[in-house]
């Protein structure tokens, strides 16, 4: 570069500085509250979902502040078409709204996909979507068995939490055996629970069937390991079931009845005894 370019480059650099150090209104907090109510309340919950929001409006912030020193520089300057000025970073680029690409027909490409996709997805079927109701009525409250209630009995032996665990599984699987099953199998026997589904496509719809109640079970299972693993959180031991150990004395030698390999035994078997329930 020669020493004109150089004194140009200069110039327009320290100009674009001093615009840029000046003052830029703050982003009104209405923005930020209104950008928040456009978020489901599900991903605001949780122990870390506040730092995380916290650090989403810092960015949000600094895009603004950005984006708001990159105008004043366009609005008070001309950048100069000097050689390497190009190169200068001013910030991010803002993005402009795209519109639907109309150069090519899409609309009877369109009616067709969608005219496929009802006649082979089964799951817009509405007799799974009565299953998936009648699923969601029955298990989203339920659990195999609940055993942070076994806190307020106070002190119990292994085996006897085993014994009752076992028990409540049983008459948990009893009951959606009565319940549940009875009614998926009369959904199924009705007149219009096939219709629209074509004789070729019998089986497939079945195993459709067959995996969504197969879902629905496993959803279950899990949901309640997940409930009797967050018992043992060490930061809320409200609901921690309490074992009765013993302290013996034999052969000169003192220790703990049942011994922490049993009692860890205990606490596996009960997930075991969760998990296969409803096989």
Request: hydrophobic residues 40%; proline residues 5%; charged residues 30%.
């Amino acid at each position: 570069m020669n020493s004109e370019q150089k004194q140009i480059r200069n110039n327009y650099l320290f100009m674009k500085k001093c615009v840029e150090s000046n003052p830029v209104v703050p982003i009104q907090q209405e923005w930020l509250i209104s950008m928040l109510t456009l978020v489901p309340q599900s991903l605001m919950e949780g122990k870390d979902r506040e730092k995380l929001v916290e650090e989403l409006l810092n960015e949000i912030t600094n895009d603004y502040e950005m984006s708001m020193k990159r105008y004043m520089v366009r609005s008070v300057l001309i950048k100069p078409e000097v050689k390497l000025l190009e190169y200068e970073k001013e910030g991010p680029l803002p993005v402009e709204p795209e519109g639907l690409d109309f150069s090519r027909p899409w609309h009877k490409s369109f009616i067709q996909a969608r005219k496929q996709i009802f006649e082979n997805l089964h799951i817009l079927h509405p007799t799974l979507r009565i299953l998936l109701e009648i699923g969601y009525r029955m298990f989203s409250k339920l659990l195999v068995v609940d055993v942070s209630c076994f806190r307020s009995r106070g002190p119990v032996e292994c085996e006897s939490l085993q014994n009752d665990v076992s028990i409540k599984c049983l008459k948990t699987e009893e009951k959606i055996l009565n319940t549940w099953y009875p009614r998926v199998i009369n959904l199924f026997t009705r007149k219009e629970a096939l219709e629209g589904v074509k004789p070729d496509q019998m089986d497939s719809f079945y195993n459709c069937v067959t995996t969504l109640m197969s879902n629905q079970l496993k959803e279950l299972l899990k949901r309640t390991v997940e409930a009797y693993v967050k018992l043992f959180d060490l930061e809320d031991q409200r609901w921690l079931p309490l074992f009765r150990m013993e302290l013996t004395f034999d052969d000169e030698k003192m220790d703990f009845y049942p011994s922490f390999p049993d009692l860890e035994d205990t606490i596996l078997c009960i997930i075991t005894l969760i998990a296969q329930t409803l096989q």
